[in-house]
């Protein structure tokens, strides 16, 4: 059976697209569970798509696309990490994305369609869509920050 895979684009308004295509000679790197649940968190917007592949594909050798996007997720996670008082503020937090990493992550996005709208203020959006995602995730989740990202990267 061949599975669909995940494609990923920016559009000139900076929205993330996600598109599947039916497998080929070309790979994601995602397993069909991780694609299953990729596509579901990209449903509930970009935000939780990259919250979900920044906190779960840790490890997974990504399309490039993928794997950007992966790292700008990843880069929000190990800085909520770095809260002191995260449980304490649990929904409430902001992390904070600064100037020269917003432009670090700008910088990397590899060749991909849409990659030329990516700057700055581009990262900027999409961490704050991430930190909206974050907060309604923890909302909804009954145990400790701990638990949630415990949960989120079983390895």
């Known amino acids: ?9 920016i559009l000139p308004s900076g929205a993330l697209l996600l598109d599947t295509a039916l497998g080929g ?4 790197g995602l397993s069909a569970t991780a694609r ?3 596509a579901r968190a990209f449903r509930r917007g970009p935000g939780h798509a990259l919250l979900d592949l920044g906190a779960t594909e840790l490890d997974a050798p990504l399309a490039p696309a993928l794997a950007f996007l992966r ?3 990843r880069a929000f996670v190990t800085r909520l990490c770095a809260v002191p008082d ?5 929904e409430r937090v902001t992390v904070d994305c600064a100037a020269d990493e917003r432009a670090r992550l700008a910088r990397a996005v590899p060749p991909m369609e849409g ?3 990516v700057d ?3 990262v900027a959006a999409r961490w704050a869509d991430v ?3 974050f907060a309604d995730e923890i909302r909804a989740h009954r145990g400790s920050v701990a638990d949630w990202l415990s949960a989120h990267h079983q390895s």
């Open 115 to 117: 990659g030329e709208y």
């Open 86 to 90: 995260l449980e304490e503020q649990r």
């Open 25 to 28: 000679d070309t790979t994601d």
């Open 36 to 38: 299953a649940r990729v």
């Open 71 to 73: 790292d700008l997720g």
């Open 131 to 133: 930190n909206q995602a």
């Open 120 to 122: 700055a203020d581009w």
């Open 1 to 9: 059976m061949i599975d669909d895979l995940i494609r990923v684009a």
